[in-house]
Each structure stands twice: as structure tokens, then as C-alpha cells.
């Protein structure tokens, strides 16, 4: 859980105030107000983010694709996705895994013991990873990126997610509740499903299926075939622009001072 101090905030509420306008700011000094003086501003009963809530955003698992407009469009124009994901299998950068080295072991954890862990066998053709561009595959996905511009990304993934056959990627909680995210089917299968408190929903070819992340989360591919979807994580669609200005601003020093307490 992030946590900063007195002195943290009021420097930082400092330097928001003297550049946006104060109307704005409400939902911003609350969530400042949180990190400081409220150890639970991590959790909000079933939904729960490893480093923090962002007050009075709407709180539901998974939406329908009438809440967020561009699916439609999305959804119409996936053969651009499915060009650009074989442009980079042939072009870009190759396939790693999605979890670092050192990861810890997460056998312990599977839902369902017959299936493999997550370590080296979910894999990713990455387009950006927390909100750092792959310069050759963004390149490539200049039009996969044009067309989902209209959701807003945000500062997350966008990358070709590929789940080994028979793995499971364990149930777990998000990072926070400021992004959702979207996958698009590219090989999918019945076998396989994502579970998001604790309702299974299957990946369709060329369809969107748009989550929270910051409820408790699982997916499994029990087929023998590699499970391959597109991801993209997009601003939480309740936020205001100028209050993602402001993130933008402060959410770096915010991190930085999760490495070293109390300098900012």
C-alpha cells in the first residue's frame, strides 16, 4: 500500500494548487488526505488495489460494451489488431515473459492444481509497458494505437498477452483503480476464461470484454493451444481530464517517495 507523509502532502498539494484550478481539485486533496491519514484507502470491501483506491470512481468487476462507446468501434476494425499483432510476430520484437526472473514460485497459489504456473509461461509481444513505449512495436502498431485513442489510454499496458496451454495466471488484485482494462479475442477458445469475482466470462474472436482490475481476478487455459489476446489499459472513464493532468504531475513523485520516505 502507498503511503506518504504530512510533510509529502502539503508540499505536493503546493505545487497542484499554484498550477490547476482549485475547483478541481477535490477528488485529488481526498485521495492525497488517504495516502496520508487512512491506513484503508487500499480497499474498498470486494475490490482492492496493491497500492491504493482513487476515491468516488465507479466500482463494478466488468462492464458491458454499451458503457464504453469504441468498443464498437473496436470491435469492427479488429482486422487492424490482427495485422498488427502478425507484423510484430515477423517484425518486432520477439515474445518475453510477462513476470520478471525473480518472481516468486507462484505453484502454491493455482486455483486449479493440474495446471502450470504463470512464471515464464504468460508471455507478451509488449507495445508499451507501464506507460513505456516499445519504440520498433509501436512503430509497427501505429494503427492498432490510432484506433483504440479514443478510450483514453492510460499510463498501463498495451501488449499482446499470450498464456501458455494448461496455465493458470493465479488470482490476484490490481495495482490501483485508476485504469481499466480491455482484451480483445485474437485465439481464444471455450478452455480457456478469465474469472473476475468469481464469475467466469470467455474471450470471443475480435470481441471486447472490459474489466476492473482491482477485484480479485484469475484466468486459466486449459486448452493445448496458446491462449492470445490484445490488452490495452485505458483511464478509468469517471475521471476528469484535468484530474488525470494532475496524476500525470503527481503520481511519479507520489512513487518516488515509496522508494525513499520522506524526500520529495
Known amino acids: 500500500m502507498w503511503t506518504i507523509t504530512k510533510k509529502s502532502l502539503d508540499a505536493i498539494r503546493k505545487q497542484v494548487i499554484n498550477e490547476f484550478p482549485k475547483g478541481k481539485l477535490d477528488r485529488i486533496n481526498l485521495f492525497l488526505e488517504n495516502l496520508t491519514f487512512n491506513h484503508d484507502s487500499n480497499s474498498n470491501g470486494i475490490q482492492r488495489g496493491q497500492q491504493f483506491l482513487f476515491p468516488e470512481l ?14 464498437s468501434e473496436i470491435e469492427k476494425s479488429f482486422p487492424v489488431i490482427l495485422s498488427d499483432y502478425n507484423s510484430c510476430l515477423y517484425q518486432g520484437n520477439l515474445r518475453e515473459p510477462y513476470l520478471a526472473e525473480d518472481e516468486p514460485d507462484y505453484s502454491a497459489y493455482l486455483e486449479n492444481k493440474k495446471l502450470a504456473p504463470p512464471n515464464k509461461r504468460w508471455e507478451a509481444i509488449f507495445i508499451c509497458r507501464d506507460g513505456v513505449y516499445n519504440k520498433i512495436n509501436k512503430r509497427i502498431c501505429t494503427n492498432t494505437l490510432k484506433l483504440i485513442s479514443k478510450a483514453v489510454i492510460g499510463n498501463g ?4 498477452s499470450i498464456l501458455k496451454k494448461k496455465t493458470e495466471i493465479v488470482p490476484h488484485y490490481g495495482l490501483n483503480n485508476l485504469h481499466l482494462t ?5 485465439v481464444v477458445n471455450n478452455l480457456s476464461f478469465l474469472k473476475v469475482h468469481n464469475k467466469k466470462y470467455t474471450w470471443s474472436v475480435g470481441k471486447c470484454l472490459v474489466f476492473d482490475d482491482t477485484f480479485y481476478h484469475s484466468a486459466a487455459n486449459n486448452s493445448n493451444n496458446d491462449r492470445i489476446i490484445f490488452l490495452f489499459d485505458f483511464w478509468h472513464p469517471d475521471l476528469q481530464t484535468t ?3 494532475i496524476l500525470k504531475r503527481i503520481l511519479p513523485l507520489i512513487e518516488g517517495l515509496q522508494r525513499r520516505p520522506f524526500v520529495l
Open 157 to 160: 499496458d498495451i501488449m499482446f
Open 58 to 71: 465507479a466500482s463494478k468487476p466488468v462492464y458491458s460494451s454499451g458503457e464504453c462507446e469504441w468498443t
Open 182 to 186: 480491455c482484451h480483445v479475442g485474437i
Open 243 to 245: 484530474e488525470i493532468r
